[in-house]
């Protein structure tokens, strides 16, 4: 430019730092910055805003601030660049920073809806939704009024704290406020409902917004369908598949898993293979976890034969079976007592490469245990550990129950004690394994009394089969009358009848 006799102005440098910021290079747009200062090009509020953005956008927090610091001595700032600073802010989680300028703006200039929306947002995200609320009474009090956008943060923000009565109420008031709700605020209060098991609520408010012209989509159908299946309303969840094409609307993989998945909890294992043959006749190409439902869907109905050759087909088809498939399984084969079959399907799922995990382990251990295996689960436990992986309280349990079964008492306490070694804390349902493998012995007062009270200790609260071990146990001690009645006190002092 300069050899042609033009020399640049303060918009040439502006779309140069504009460009080199949304090319995520803000180096280069504040070396670039800093030459037109250099050669006295005086930069505007549009530049400082346009760099300001570019350094909080990539992470350049402490440059960007000193920056800011620059444009309040220079009394070069607007509301957009307070905006622009409170999003930075607010992106990197430093909401307390953010509020604090939100306080000092008053002396500088007013903060706007954009302005309140943010600060709203961050406070959501930071799980602040009570003083979210406060900002917007605050906001209203000063006369400037949420928008479509401000309003669906707090739903959002309070249907994620579960308080969907509260973000209800906001939707009314968004209403009598001439606000128009939009796609993503509907869709944001219908899955606070559906999360809370209020279905029916939901269902209602869906008719409520097709009333006022705001067309599902499939995020809408999707959480629906989602949250009917999950109270058990499998049917109701077809019905709103079939409603979702009848108008026209194109249901995705997610729909068909949650819908495939939600048949085979309700044991309609054979529905959820039709539903997949429509959906692959559709163009859907399902996902392992299609799969994993189908083969827990066959394996739930003691088909574990279909299940294993799904399996098969699943590989053929190119499609990696992943440790949850594997699991789902490997849990069928052991829960019919088929422990070598499971065991072999275990050695297939880690030579190709699959590692097992702590479920998959806890699985093979509770079978053996049950199939009386109990050395082999010891030597399974050995090797989980060599593995990486940690026992869970789950696997300990089982193990524990499978050494009680076996009146192998003493290996179970040792158990135990390796369990709390391994900051694994033993729950309400070790000790109760504990109690009654050392009541089934006999061995009420020297121990299972002490295995009580150390539950007691530890802060782990009996439940009522703890108390209907020990009250059979005693019931069977003769010289242990005092005791006894002991126990029942302890029990109404927990609220127990």
Known sequence: MRDHGCEPNVVTYNSLIDGLCKNNEPDRAQELFEHMKSVECSPSMVTYNTLLDGLFRTGKLERAMALFQEMLDRRSHDVISFNILVTGLCRAGKIETALEFFRKMDDRCSPNVITYSVLIDGLCKANRVSQAVELLESMKARGCSPDVITYTILVDGLCK???????????????????????????????????????????????????????????????????????????????????????????????????????????????????????????????????????????RSNRLDEACRLLLYVKSRGCPPDVILYSTLIDGLCKAGKVDEAFDLYEVMTGDGCDADVVTYSTLIDGLCKAGRVDEAHLLLARMVRMGTPPSTMTYNSLIKGLCDLNHLDEAIELVEEMERSNCAPSAVTYNILIHGMCRMERVDSAALDYFQEMIDNGVIPDHITYSILLEGLKKSKDLHELRHLVLDQMVQLGYR
């Not at 098991?197 to 409520?208: C, E, I, P, Q, T």
């Not at 999950?230 to 729909?255: E, F, N, Q, S, Y």
């Not at 054979?270 to 799969?291: F, H, M």
């Open 161 to 299: 704290e579960s308080k969907v009565a509260a973000a209800w109420e906001v939707l009314r008031e968004m209403l009598d406020a001439g606000c128009v709700p939009n796609l993503v605020t509907y869709n944001s209060l219908l899955h606070g409902l559906c999360r809370a098991r209020r279905v029916s609520d939901a269902l209602a408010l869906m008719r409520d917004m097709t009333c006022r012209g705001c067309t599902p989509n499939v995020v809408t159908y999707g959480t629906l369908i989602d949250g009917l299946c999950k109270v058990g309303r499998v049917k109701d969840a077809c019905a709103m598949l079939a409603d979702m094409i009848d108008k026209g609307g194109t249901p995705d993989l997610m729909i068909y898993n949650m819908l495939i998945n939600g048949l085979c909890k309700a044991d309609q294992v054979d529905e959820s293979i039709a539903l997949l043959r429509r959906a692959v006749s559709g163009g859907i190409k399902p996902d392992v976890v299609t799969y994993s439902s189908v083969i827990y869907g066959l394996c």
